[in-house]
């Protein structure tokens, strides 16, 4: 399984994991390609990602909210707040327990080395686990995968 995992927020960084960790338990060989915004999964710090209700019309609140009360200061920290409990409160891993389940899992996961150098990023802030290589390198992988995602 092909996997490219594009965006950096809290709810975006579930899908790549799941599916990687799931399909690595079902003897598949995995590899995920972190690019752009994605590369902030494989910081080694990964507390700091948030979820934003804002142009996110598909995220349950438990109040209609109008969108600009979604814009005000604050409303950032207390969706992801409570998107973070109501996983605990359903007993869904956290990021960090999904991310070690896929190194366990020896699902390869590869930082785009041109996003790395554009935003000119430090390597010592990703996982040792983290593969540094282009799309030419992904590319002959999933060229051959059997399932591709683009997440």
């Given at each position: ?20 960790s799931?399909?690595?338990?079902l ?24 979820i ?21 200061p ?43 150098d ?34």
């Open positions: 399984m092909a996997i490219i995992a594009t965006k950096g927020t809290l709810d975006w960084a579930y899908p790549p994991f799941i599916l990687a799931t399909a690595a338990s003897g598949y060989e995995v590899q995920v390609f972190f690019t752009f915004y994605g590369l902030q999964l494989l910081r080694k710090d990964i507390s700091h990602l948030k934003s209700p804002l142009a996110n019309p598909a995220m349950p609140m438990p109040v209609p909210m109008p969108v600009l009360v979604q814009a005000l604050g409303m950032e920290s207390m969706a992801t707040m409570m998107m973070k409990n109501k996983m605990k409160s359903k007993g869904v891993a956290s990021l960090e327990e999904l991310r070690n389940i896929c190194i366990e899992a020896d699902v390869k996961m590869i930082a785009c080395q041109m996003t790395v554009l935003f000119e990023f430090d390597k010592n802030d990703f996982i040792e686990q983290a593969v540094y290589g282009g799309a030419a390198m992904f590319l002959g992988f999933a060229g051959e995968a059997d399932i591709s995602l683009y997440i």
